[in-house]
């Protein structure tokens, strides 16, 4: 079962997920795609950690989220955008590129058995256009791939000021 989970920035998206999460496990994992930029990114980090209690196993992965086991697990991977983000830089902003490795990465975890995977991801395209070439290279590719994504998902929730309003499934 795949479920993802969208929204704008504080939509409630990483609450609505940890606590469907814990709905779905007693001891569920905790995938998180951040890279540590600076220590404002660092506090973030610590904050969402203080978050989340004993029951909860977490793993950090930049980018290769198929090294871990998922199966017959439920994992809760938070964000996309930040996933995203890594590829991106590391592949110095080719587009197509970040979301064919992006994607070869998803397509190895939502085959392994038995996996409920809760996928937080954001619509940054939502808003103003960026203004500088690489913001909007980075919003398509977003874009892209929270379309593949949806397409994928048995249920796409979409948190508009923390109400959840489901959208498929």
Request: charged share 25%.
């Amino acid at each position: 079962m795949i479920y993802l989970i969208t929204g704008g920035e504080r939509s409630g998206k990483s609450s609505y997920a940890q606590n469907l999460a814990l709905q779905l496990s007693n001891n569920p994992i905790y995938v998180a795609t951040a890279r540590k930029w600076d220590s404002d990114f660092q506090n973030r980090i610590d904050r969402h950690q203080q978050e989340r209690d004993e029951r909860w196993t977490n793993v950090e992965k930049e980018k290769h989220i198929s090294e871990i086991d998922f199966s017959g697990k439920t994992a809760l991977i938070d964000c996309v955008t930040l996933w995203l983000t890594n590829f991106f830089v590391d592949n110095k902003n080719d587009v197509n590129l970040s979301l064919e490795e992006a994607k070869k990465e998803f397509l190895s975890i939502a085959n392994q058995e038995n996996a409920t995977l809760i996928i937080v991801t954001n619509e940054i395209g939502m808003g103003v256009h960026a203004a500088t070439e690489i913001g909007r290279k980075f919003t398509e590719l977003q874009g892209w791939m929270n379309q593949f994504l949806a397409s994928k998902a048995d249920e796409v929730v979409l948190m508009i000021s923390g109400i959840p309003v489901k959208i498929k499934g």
